[in-house]
């Protein structure tokens, strides 16, 4: 009886670790091609989305905009205790049917000197005009 129930509860966990490469794997698929984008300065971000901005960022936001020819994405980490945090885009690329664009934050070095005013980190992007829903990752 014992060495039945010890079968079962392998059987049950190699079906469950397979079940989890096989999501993982799926996943994986679905990322199509990589979409080429310009990170953008604040002087060249399009006004009226600059002071919507601006209006959002004590907080975290992820926000678009659209201007007729470009899709601007902008992605904001909300207020940080120093200055000195930079963002990285990790990648901007097609996943299924939606444009999924992968940020991360970055805190200041140790050995950089930083001003010890709150700070409000964002990044804009630009790339071209898609019909396709975006996520951010």
């Known amino acids: 009886m014992k060495n039945r129930l010890m079968t079962a509860l392998l059987c049950l966990a190699l079906v ?4 989890g490469c096989g999501k993982a794997e799926e996943g994986k698929e679905e990322r199509g091609k990589n979409w080429d984008y310009t990170v953008v300065t604040t ?3 399009p006004a009226d989305f600059l002071t919507e901005i601006t209006k959002k960022k004590l907080n975290e936001f992820q926000m678009t905009y659209e201007d007729g020819e470009n899709l601007y994405m902008a992605v904001g980490y909300g207020e940080q205790a120093t200055g000195g945090y930079s963002i990285r885009v990790q990648g901007l ?3 299924g049917d939606g444009l999924c664009l992968e940020t991360s934050l970055i805190g200041p070095g140790e050995d950089v000197v930083v001003s010890n005013q709150p700070s409000y980190p964002y990044i804009v992007i630009k790339t071209e005009l898609t019909d396709k829903k975006v996520e951010f990752v």
């Open 16 to 19: 469950s670790a397979l079940g």
């Open 43 to 45: 002087a060249d971000c």
């Open 93 to 95: 690329y097609e996943k």
